[in-house]
């Protein structure tokens, strides 16, 4: 379940600063994903994404909706989804 509420605001009071990671080679793909608003939820989903592995860097854009992450080799799509709702969030597609 995410941590924010239907109007956008967050119900945490100290979220982590989020860190995402840089690489210089693998596979970048940019997916949409629903419901991200504040810091926490990029710290969340930069923390969750980025245990995966293969998952070389994670980047949240709140203000795109929009998460790239770099692996290795192809991404597991369906792992990607399931790892994201379980956060709660949505992933929605890759971005176009």
């Known amino acids: 379940m995410s941590c924010c509420s239907t109007d956008g605001t ?8 989020a860190t995402a990671g840089t690489a210089t080679a693998g596979i970048s793909t940019v997916y949409s994903v629903a419901g991200m608003t504040c810091g926490h939820c990029k710290a969340t989903l930069t923390r969750e994404i980025g245990a995966l592995a293969d998952v070389l860097s994670v980047d949240v854009d709140l203000g795109t909706g929009q998460v790239t992450v770099s692996t290795a080799g192809e991404p597991d799509d369906a792992l990607l989804a399931k790892v994201i709702d379980e956060a709660g969030y949505e992933l929605t597609g890759r971005a176009a």
């Open 10 to 17: 967050c119900s945490t009071t100290n979220a982590a600063p």
